[in-house]
């Protein structure tokens, strides 16, 4: 599953985390401002109903060691093995909680059993902004794609 803070708490943690199907709880606690919340699908752009829940996944190569993950491209340097490519995704600016770049393969999955729209840790396809972010290359308003390579 994937995880992470809720999208409109300020000082909420920034990145998605990968959880277990198994996980060890505890009962030590007596109270908590620290909340894990599942991650959805909050536009149907991506192909899934809005409040699917996102399954998580994990780079993992037994011969390459370097995980590089390359917003722009869809497509690796020479050198580099493609493991996917998809498309740049973040929180939103109008949001209050922090978030992270990260790249939804541009096949993305829903978890079976999480249909409900709660507003977990959300996410929203990324624009490219003229001015400080060079324009060429880059074009306003246009969509960033990203791919994952291992080395």
Same mark, same amino acid.
């Given at each position: ?66 995980? +590089?993950?390359? *917003?722009? &491209?869809?497509? =690796? ?6 493991? @996917? %490519? ?35 840790? +959300?996410?929203? *396809?990324? &624009?490219?902004? =003229? ?6 290359? @880059? %074009? ?12």
């Amino acid at each position: 599953f994937a995880g992470g803070s809720w999208y409109d708490h300020t000082g909420a943690a920034a990145e998605f985390v990968c959880l277990p199907r198994d996980p060890d709880l505890t009962t030590k606690f007596k109270t908590s401002v620290a909340f894990m919340h599942g991650s959805e699908y909050d536009i149907s752009e991506f192909g899934h109903d809005t409040g699917n829940d996102l399954p998580c996944s994990v780079c993992r190569s037994t011969v390459e060691s370097s995980v +590089l993950m390359i *917003p722009g &491209k869809s497509s =690796c340097y020479d050198g580099w093995s493609m493991q @996917y %490519h998809g498309d740049l995704v973040a929180g939103s600016v109008n949001h209050k909680a922090a978030s992270q770049y990260i790249c939804l393969d541009e096949h993305p999955e829903s978890l079976v059993a999480g249909q409900d729209d709660h507003n977990g840790k +959300l996410f929203y *396809p990324v &624009k490219a902004v =003229c001015g400080s972010l060079a324009c060429p290359p @880059y %074009h306003n308003e246009r969509y960033l794609t990203c791919v994952v390579c291992t080395k």
